[in-house]
Nanobody, 131 residues
Framework: QVQLVESGGGLVRPGGSLTLSCVAS????????IGWFRQAPGKEREALSC????????YYIDSVKGRFTISRDTAKNTVYLQMDNLKPDDTGVYYC????????????????????????WGQGTQVTVSS
C-alpha cells in the first residue's frame, strides 16, 4: 500500500520561498508518477505539478512555471516541491499524490476526468503566504 507523508509547509511572506517534502513508502517512486496538488480556501483542488516515474519529465501549470520546481531523491524515497517567489494566491493546503497516470504522457500530464480517483494521497501540509 502506497503511503505519502508531506512536510515543510508554513507561513511565509510574499516573495519568499518554501520547500515541501513528500516521503513515499518504499518502491513507490519506481512505479508511480508523483504530483503536487493545492486546495486553496473556497476553491477546488488544483493540480500544480507532476514528475513521471523515471524522474525525467516534470510538468508545471502556467501559474507556477518558473517559480516552482519538482524534484526527487530516490535514495530517500522523497519528492520535493521547491517554491520560490511565493504569492498570496499560493496559499492553501498542498497534497502529494501518487498515481501511474501522473506525467505518464507528455501531452496529458494529468487525467482529464475530474472524477478520476488517484491511487494515493498524503495528509496535506498548509502553506500560508501573507505579510
Amino acid at each position: 500500500q502506497v503511503q505519502l507523508v508531506e512536510s515543510g509547509g508554513g507561513l511565509v511572506r510574499p516573495g519568499g520561498s518554501l520547500t515541501l517534502s513528500c516521503v513515499a513508502s518504499e518502491s513507490t517512486l519506481d512505479h508511480y508518477g508523483i504530483g503536487w496538488f493545492r486546495q486553496a480556501p473556497g476553491k477546488e483542488r488544483e493540480a500544480l505539478s507532476c514528475l513521471n516515474k523515471s524522474g525525467d519529465r516534470p510538468y508545471y501549470i502556467d501559474s507556477v512555471k518558473g517559480r516552482f520546481t519538482i524534484s526527487r531523491d530516490t535514495a530517500k524515497n522523497t519528492v520535493y516541491l521547491q517554491m520560490d517567489n511565493l504569492k498570496p494566491d499560493d496559499t492553501g493546503v498542498y497534497y502529494c499524490v501518487a498515481d501511474i497516470a501522473l506525467c505518464r504522457l507528455s501531452n496529458r500530464p494529468f487525467p482529464t476526468n475530474p472524477q478520476y480517483a488517484y491511487d494515493a494521497w498524503g495528509q496535506g501540509t498548509q502553506v500560508t503566504v501573507s505579510s
